[in-house]
């Protein structure tokens, strides 16, 4: 089903390069036949027949050139995880959903947080743009967590380390807001390089080996913040290094079958916007590298005497 729609989806996107691309296979094909019609003797192609193939031929053709998946899987070897990076909206993925904020964790929709951005939609979505509920699960889980308090005219004060957590609950469904960026107390612009991209994810990854209990964890990619850091396919390489890092590090933990299954990797979907092949390729090519890294890591532990099961 997923295959159908993205075809559909790779049509009424290009539905004018799938016609242009329909008639050039169609000529050059054409051509060819009339070529070898005119200069290879006792060779004669006509009829309804052949016309009927080089056109299945060429919709065929265009209809996969077309197509792009808006979902790969990554199976990571010598585990039970595994990696998907998916189109689509984050909030419609199962499981755990990981929730980018600043430093402040602030509610107030407007100026502190944009409603565009995957913190203020969740606001919005889950909590009803009330900042209540939301400061009172915040506060609670961050009771134990040092901060810093920083001047502001308005709205929150309590700044809180890059990489900071907070377990969140709306009826069912889990949340896990970590800090991703810091935020200027004056014009209370987000900001974020790569290496609090890393120090939050690292976070991110400890936390979700306690909580996780088997469900999956979905992160979103691209502007979370509204920020630009790299491209997708940098941002997707981050995350699976980050989280490979991270479990080589705890026990040996990419030896066993981590505590979470399946990581979706969600990207904003957008009009006219789908997996490219070379998305596609740049994404394989880090699945080997990501696999070759759990095996030496399995070596490590075998080698030091560690449990590897």
Avoid at 45 to 74: F, H, M, N, T, Y
Avoid at 108 to 124: A, C, R, T, Y
């Amino acid at each position: 089903m997923n295959s159908i729609q993205d075809l559909w989806s790779g049509v009424r996107n290009h539905p004018w390069k799938l016609l242009a691309n329909m008639f050039t296979t169609f000529s050059v094909i054409q051509t060819v036949i009339l070529g070898v019609s005119l200069f290879v003797p006792g060779v004669t192609v006509s009829g309804w027949i052949p016309i009927v193939a080089v056109l299945v031929v060429s919709v065929g053709w265009e209809l996969k050139k077309v197509w792009k998946p808006s979902r790969i899987d990554l199976q990571v070897a010598n585990s039970g995880t595994t990696i998907e990076v998916v189109f689509g909206d984050l909030f419609a993925q199962h499981g755990i959903l990981a929730i980018a904020v600043n430093d402040f964790f602030d509610s107030e929709l407007g100026e502190p947080v944009s409603d565009k951005s995957v913190h203020g939609i969740f606001l919005k979505k889950r909590f009803g743009g009330h900042v209540g509920p939301f400061d009172k699960q915040v506060d609670a889980e961050l009771a134990k967590v040092q901060s810093e308090s920083a001047e502001r005219a308005q709205w929150k004060t309590k700044r809180y380390p890059i990489g900071s957590t907070a377990l969140l609950q709306v009826n069912q469904d889990r949340y896990i807001a970590f800090a991703f960026a810091t935020t200027d107390p004056t014009t209370s612009k987000a900001s974020a390089d790569v290496t609090m991209m890393w120090t939050s994810l690292h976070d991110l990854w400890e936390r979700v080996g306690i909580e996780a209990g088997g469900y999956s964890l979905s992160v979103g990619l691209g502007g979370a913040l509204g920020l630009k850091l790299v491209d997708s396919t940098g941002q997707v390489r981050g995350n699976v290094r980050s989280w490979a890092r991270s479990s080589s590090t705890r026990s040996c933990r990419p030896c066993r079958p981590p505590a979470c299954p399946a990581r979706p990797i969600v990207m904003n979907q957008r009009k006219g916007r789908s997996v490219n092949n070379q998305f596609e390729e740049k994404v394989k090519l880090y699945q080997e590298r990501v696999t070759a890294f759990m095996a030496q890591a399995r070596d490590w532990c075998q080698a030091h005497g560690l449990n590897s099961h």
